[in-house]
């Protein structure tokens, strides 16, 4: 398959059609995470800026091998990078606010940190499992919250907490699934480390 | 915004917990793509109700409880005592009993009791309403006995009291009473079927204290400094609120313990007492017998994320909870007749449907 089409003399790399196609099927649902991740918020935000990010792609002159999907997927993510700072710019008395240093460091996050070698799926499989280590009160406040989109003043009021307090807990609950997380995946990176008797939380 | 690990995972708690489901706009972006490089595409973003994730489902519903409400075994009686098993009924004025010379009891008008125990160890079953007792010091041992505790003196005056409705299963859910005992002189101890054992003495300034075998968590407060609860007891219409008695100590850590565990809208049993104020001595909560059932009835109050049904049999007032969707409770009204399927999760009853009745 022809991945690319290489406008002959001046080096440039573009992407056609069904290769946008491809893309698109192969990317559109990291893309989507990527831009939910550095803050993008509401879904049709998102959307919008899941189809800037490709119609970008598509106009882009200097697209990479595609058939190198990791560096593919860091050149999209580039683009939804500046596709998401211009829309910070744009809507300035929003609650999200971004810059290119702060973008920077999401990047290293996502790659590093998250994706990994293996698109996330090491993560999301830890994280998955430190979910079920919470205490039935951790549990019960998470659902509330991020499922049933109680606000933190509504939590509070429901549960007898202050504000604060319902802040510090969630604070303190994400805290320890990300340090579960990082033990589990830890004694997985180990080789005789085994994930499955890993105490999550 | 941070992109540290606290914000991983934020995002993930978010994507995993469902929120609205993604649509791919890829027809969109080839549309476009083919039309003019720098054109958005046109779309319509349909809104999708949120979807429940699948790790939150099985959660909660931990098996039932309640309490068997221990009443027995006083009847143990001398060969002499005539009084054991006796049944005493005061109907339409009050009645005046002496038990072995060294404790009186008198019967409010609507009370009964039975006595049992044995000679200079009295214990008096209280099946409803009102006694008040004089009990002489160093005799010997006395109590009343009901299911919602016990009571034990040495030699003191007390009135107690015991109100309230038995449902028609007989479980402990459905029955609603409520105890309390008046202290006149002296010390008074109370013990209930679920632990707790409170000392009410004059010294201690604790004149009256009592138990609510069943009652909603209307509201409450977990602030360290000043934290309360506030009960809608089964048999009453309105709440009443308990502070917690600032007295310090292992008995006020193990009392913010248990707060620490609720959720408006429990259903919980507590023990008070009072003196300037109405204080907290225990609470807990209760969880129903079934993780899940129906009900119909009259809607007597609610919220947006909530309704309180009165049963159309008569029983007592319960809370039932939005879902997630909670526009499901939207369009009820007070006063609407309805019949709910609700399922116990996360700490209490939620709506599994809901639909409208007439008569």
Request: with cysteine; hydrophobic share 40%; net charge neutral.
């Given at each position: 398959m022809?991945w690319?089409s290489?406008s002959?003399?001046?080096?440039?790399?573009r992407v056609?059609?069904?290769?946008?196609e491809?893309l698109?099927?192969?990317?559109?649902?990291?893309i989507?995470?990527?831009?939910?991740?550095?803050?993008?918020?509401k879904t049709?935000?998102i959307?919008?800026?899941?189809q800037?990010?490709?119609?970008?792609?598509?106009?882009?002159?200097?697209?990479?091998?595609?058939?190198?999907?990791?560096k593919?997927a860091?050149?999209?993510?580039?683009i939804?990078r500046n596709?998401?700072?211009?829309?910070?710019?744009r809507?300035?008395t929003?609650k999200?606010?971004?810059?290119s240093?702060?973008l920077e460091?999401?990047?290293?996050?996502?790659?590093?940190?998250?994706?990994r070698?293996?698109n996330?799926?090491?993560?999301?499989d830890?994280?998955?499992v430190?979910?079920q280590?919470?205490?039935?009160?951790?549990?019960s406040?998470?659902?509330?919250y991020y499922?049933?989109?109680y606000?933190?003043?509504?939590?509070?009021?429901?549960?007898?907490?202050?504000?604060?307090?319902?802040?510090?807990?969630?604070?303190?609950?994400r805290?320890?699934?990300?340090?579960?997380?990082k033990?589990?995946?830890?004694?997985?990176?180990?080789?005789?480390?085994?994930v499955g008797?890993?105490?999550g939380l | 915004?941070?992109?540290?690990?606290?914000?991983l995972?934020?995002f993930?708690?978010?994507?995993?917990a469902g929120?609205?489901?993604?649509?791919?706009r890829?027809?969109e972006?080839l549309a476009?793509?083919a039309?003019a490089?720098t054109?958005?595409?046109?779309?319509?973003?349909?809104?999708?109700?949120?979807?429940?994730?699948?790790?939150?489902l099985?959660?909660?519903?931990?098996?039932?409880?309640?309490?068997?409400?221990?009443?027995?075994?006083?009847?143990?009686?001398a060969?002499?005592d005539?009084l054991?098993?006796?049944h005493?009924?005061?109907?339409?004025?009050?009645v005046t009993?002496?038990?072995?010379d060294y404790c009186q009891?008198?019967?409010?008008s609507?009370?009964s009791?039975?006595?049992?125990g044995?000679?200079?160890?009295?214990?008096?079953?209280?099946?409803?309403?009102?006694?008040?007792?004089?009990v002489?010091?160093h005799?010997?041992?006395?109590?009343?006995?009901?299911?919602?505790?016990?009571v034990?003196?040495?030699?003191t005056?007390f009135?107690?009291?015991?109100?309230?409705?038995?449902?028609?299963?007989?479980?402990?859910?459905?029955?609603?009473?409520?105890l309390?005992v008046?202290?006149?002189?002296g010390i008074?101890?109370?013990?209930?079927p679920?632990?707790?054992?409170?000392?009410?003495?004059?010294e201690?300034?604790?004149?009256?204290?009592g138990?609510?075998?069943?009652g909603i968590?209307?509201?409450?407060?977990?602030?360290?400094?000043?934290?309360w609860?506030?009960?809608?007891?089964?048999?009453?219409?309105?709440?009443?609120?308990y502070s917690?008695h600032?007295?310090?100590g292992?008995d006020?850590?193990?009392?913010?313990?248990?707060?620490?565990l609720?959720?408006?809208?429990?259903?919980?049993?507590?023990?008070?007492f009072?003196?300037d104020?109405?204080?907290?001595?225990?609470?807990?909560m209760?969880?129903?017998?079934?993780?899940?059932?129906?009900?119909?009835?009259s809607?007597i109050?609610?919220?947006?994320?909530?309704?309180?049904?009165?049963?159309?049999?008569?029983?007592?007032?319960?809370?039932?909870?939005?879902t997630?969707d909670?526009?499901?409770?939207r369009?009820?009204?007070i006063?609407?007749r309805?019949?709910i399927?609700?399922?116990?999760?996360?700490?209490?009853?939620?709506?599994?449907?809901i639909?409208?009745e007439?008569d």
């Amino acid at each position: 398959m022809n991945w690319y089409s290489a406008s002959p003399g001046n080096g440039e790399a573009r992407v056609n059609s069904e290769q946008l196609e491809q893309l698109i099927a192969a990317h559109e649902r990291q893309i989507y995470d990527y831009l939910h991740y550095l803050g993008a918020g509401k879904t049709s935000v998102i959307e919008d800026l899941v189809q800037d990010t490709f119609l970008a792609a598509f106009q882009s002159p200097n697209a990479p091998t595609l058939s190198e999907p990791t560096k593919v997927a860091a050149w999209l993510r580039g683009i939804a990078r500046n596709r998401f700072l211009a829309y910070c710019h744009r809507a300035r008395t929003g609650k999200v606010r971004a810059d290119s240093a702060s973008l920077e460091q999401a990047e290293a996050a996502w790659s590093l940190e998250y994706l990994r070698a293996d698109n996330g799926s090491e993560y999301l499989d830890a994280f998955r499992v430190c979910l079920q280590g919470l205490t039935e009160k951790q549990t019960s406040l998470i659902r509330m919250y991020y499922t049933e989109n109680y606000s933190r003043k509504e939590l509070a009021d429901e549960l007898g907490m202050s504000d604060d307090g319902v802040k510090t807990f969630l604070r303190r609950t994400r805290a320890a699934l990300a340090a579960c997380v990082k033990r589990r995946l830890s004694l997985a990176g180990t080789p005789s480390g085994n994930v499955g008797q890993a105490n999550g939380l | 915004m941070d992109y540290d690990d606290d914000r991983l995972i934020d995002f993930l708690l978010e994507k995993t917990a469902g929120s609205e489901p993604r649509r791919s706009r890829a027809k969109e972006i080839l549309a476009a793509a083919a039309k003019a490089p720098t054109q958005r595409a046109e779309t319509a973003r349909p809104r999708t109700r949120m979807r429940r994730a699948a790790w939150f489902l099985p959660l909660a519903a931990a098996a039932s409880i309640v309490a068997a409400v221990g009443i027995a075994y006083w009847m143990r009686s001398a060969s002499v005592d005539t009084l054991s098993g006796k049944h005493i009924v005061a109907l339409t004025s009050p009645v005046t009993q002496e038990l072995d010379d060294y404790c009186q009891i008198t019967l409010d008008s609507n009370s009964s009791i039975v006595v049992g125990g044995g000679i200079k160890a009295r214990k008096v079953l209280l099946e409803s309403g009102n006694v008040s007792c004089s009990v002489a010091k160093h005799v010997g041992s006395f109590a009343i006995e009901c299911e919602l505790g016990t009571v034990t003196v040495h030699g003191t005056k007390f009135s107690t009291h015991l109100n309230g409705v038995r449902g028609s299963k007989g479980a402990a859910e459905d029955s609603a009473r409520s105890l309390s005992v008046e202290l006149i002189e002296g010390i008074v101890a109370l013990a209930t079927p679920w632990g707790g054992n409170t000392i009410l003495s004059e010294e201690k300034g604790r004149p009256k204290y009592g138990a609510i075998s069943s009652g909603i968590l209307d509201d409450l407060s977990k602030v360290e400094s000043d934290p309360w609860v506030s009960v809608i007891a089964d048999d009453e219409t309105e709440p009443v609120k308990y502070s917690v008695h600032d007295a310090g100590g292992q008995d006020r850590k193990e009392l913010m313990q248990s707060i620490k565990l609720l959720y408006k809208r429990n259903r919980v049993r507590l023990i008070w007492f009072q003196t300037d104020s109405i204080n907290l001595a225990a609470i807990a909560m209760v969880e129903p017998n079934t993780v899940s059932g129906s009900v119909s009835g009259s809607v007597i109050r609610k919220n947006e994320r909530w309704i309180d049904i009165k049963p159309a049999n008569g029983g007592i007032v319960e809370r039932y909870t939005a879902t997630n969707d909670i526009e499901m409770l939207r369009a009820v009204k007070i006063g609407d007749r309805v019949a709910i399927d609700w399922k116990f999760e996360s700490h209490c009853k939620r709506v599994n449907s809901i639909r409208g009745e007439h008569d």
